[in-house]
């Protein structure tokens, strides 16, 4: 069973960065993060191929969320910028067995356990 660990969380005040980390058990094609606000359901946030060459992100998240891989390292990192108090939620690692990104739930195959994020104002 593949197994996916997110790491890099914390608080952090409006305007700072954080940049989460999500480390596979084994090498997994493409990879996404989502986040669930509290009270609210699960969203997608960004995206990557397995090559890294294609990506994508959500409306409210683009120039201000970057997604990269390592995959000699079988790591997804999500860098975090300009963080609003409406970011705040708790973000999931995903992985897929498929080499093209996604944007949906039912398209991941495998899910991290959730690292929180909370921004202070």
């Known amino acids: 069973q593949v197994q996916l660990v997110e790491s890099g969380g914390g608080l952090v005040q409006a305007g700072g960065s954080l940049r989460l980390s999500c480390a596979a058990s084994?090498?997994?094609?493409?990879m996404g993060w989502f986040r669930q606000p509290p009270g609210k359901e699960r969203e997608f946030v960004a995206a990557?191929?397995?090559?890294?060459?294609?990506?994508g992100y959500a409306d409210s998240m683009k120039g201000r969320f970057t997604v990269s891989r390592d995959s000699a390292k079988n790591t997804v990192y999500l860098q975090m910028n300009n963080l609003k108090p409406e970011d705040t939620a708790v973000y999931y690692c995903?992985?897929?067995?498929?080499?093209?990104?996604?944007?949906?739930?039912?398209?991941?195959?495998?899910w991290g356990q959730g690292t929180q994020v909370t921004v202070s104002s």
């Open positions: 990557i191929s397995w090559s890294g060459g294609s990506t």
């Open positions: 995903a992985g897929r067995r498929s080499t093209w990104v996604a944007t949906t739930i039912r398209e991941y195959n495998y």
């Open positions: 084994e090498s997994i094609y493409a």
